[in-house]
């Protein structure tokens, strides 16, 4: 696995989530991770964020846990007005940071833009969104516009062996068993 040395702007992107509103008078910040778990956010450095078009490195100093928040310290930040000025700001690393996943475990992000096909070769459409429902993820299939059975969007379980007999991401389709009039 290869990680990103110094401070250069991330070349993939990818966002793991958004610094919130400012936390008190000395210059913290509450933080929404997009990770599995809320804290594995700060195993991956160095941040950025964009303003006006431009990559700025954010170095943290400290975080904790305040309540069910988490809460950050952005070095040189004291003062909640300048803290303010990073809400709504998505955090976001290169991907080449991300561990490598074992076989049949995929990003989210990998899967959009799949095309899904039934085992009878109907194409349910494509893949625009993922939910997560806590017994299994879920795709979020756009149909084709001119989809035989009127429908616009097919929510599919992606439980690997039951509904999803093949991903090839290289061709960028996932095969599943689903009755294309659900």
């Not at 952005?74 to 290169?94: G, P, Q, S």
């Amino acid at each position: 696995m290869s990680k990103q040395t110094g401070l250069e702007p991330p070349v993939d992107p990818i966002v793991l989530g958004k610094l919130g509103s400012a936390y008190g008078i000395r210059g913290w910040l509450r933080v929404f991770s997009s990770t599995e778990r809320t804290e594995d956010i700060f195993e991956y450095q160095p941040w950025f964020i964009q303003r006006s078009g431009q990559w700025q490195h954010v170095e943290l100093e400290t975080w904790k846990y305040h309540n069910q928040d988490l809460i950050i310290k952005i070095k040189d930040i004291d003062d909640r007005d300048a803290a303010n000025l990073f809400t709504n700001c998505e955090v976001v690393v290169d991907s080449t940071q991300l561990p490598e996943l074992e076989t049949d475990d995929y990003y989210w992000r990998d899967l959009m833009g799949c095309q899904v096909i039934n085992i009878a070769g109907y194409n349910l459409g494509t893949i625009n969104d993922m939910m997560e429902t806590g017994s299994n993820d879920v795709m979020v299939i756009k149909a084709n516009l001119k989809d035989a059975f009127g429908i616009k969007e097919r929510l599919v379980p992606f439980l690997d062996g039951q509904v999803i007999k093949k991903v090839d991401l290289a061709t960028k389709t996932i095969e599943v068993d689903w009755d294309p009039s659900f």
